[in-house]
């Protein structure tokens, strides 16, 4: 019953897809920068040891390589040193801000009392100058009568 067909499947079997994955060789590592060799700046002396079994070791001696000195940081750090002189900037411009609203306000009363002051003395000049005591004060007597234009002449 289960005998292989010449495809290679068992009869009465289903076959399924099939997904192959073929792997994939990794990129290598490289290092972050080449290392290069550096010459010693003078060529060391030859120095040779005899170790306590009696065998003589020969090489150079090289003294161990120095860090370069850490520069000094400041106590207080440049930031904090700008937000404290923004601070005092910003305290000093405060008090001006404040007298110059002082000013404004001051300025727009004087302006508004003027105004007043004006209506007041004009106010008062046509008062006196309706309601004033007295008779004709002489003048011009204009007599207004009744004028004919006729074709742009004047007859009057």
């Keep these: 019953m289960n005998e292989p067909t010449p495809y290679g499947r068992l009869a009465g079997h289903e076959t399924a897809a099939v997904e192959v994955h073929h792997p994939m060789p990794l990129a290598p590592v490289l290092p972050a920068a080449p290392l290069v060799p550096v010459q010693p700046r003078a060529i060391p002396a030859v120095t040779s040891i005899v170790l306590p079994d009696g065998r003589v070791v020969t090489g150079y001696s090289m003294e161990p390589a120095k860090p370069e000195p850490a520069v000094a940081k400041p106590v207080v750090s440049r930031a904090a040193v700008n937000i404290a002189l923004g601070g005092i900037g910003f305290g000093a411009v405060c008090g001006g801000l404040v007298l110059l609203t002082t000013f404004i306000a001051a300025l727009a009363a004087l302006i508004h009392q003027l105004i007043i002051l004006a209506a007041v003395i004009f106010g008062g000049w046509v008062a006196v100058q309706v309601f ?11 007599n207004i009568r009744k004028a004919v234009i006729k074709r742009n002449k004047f007859y009057g």
């Design 132 to 142: 004033s005591a007295g008779g004709h004060r002489g003048g011009a007597t204009v």
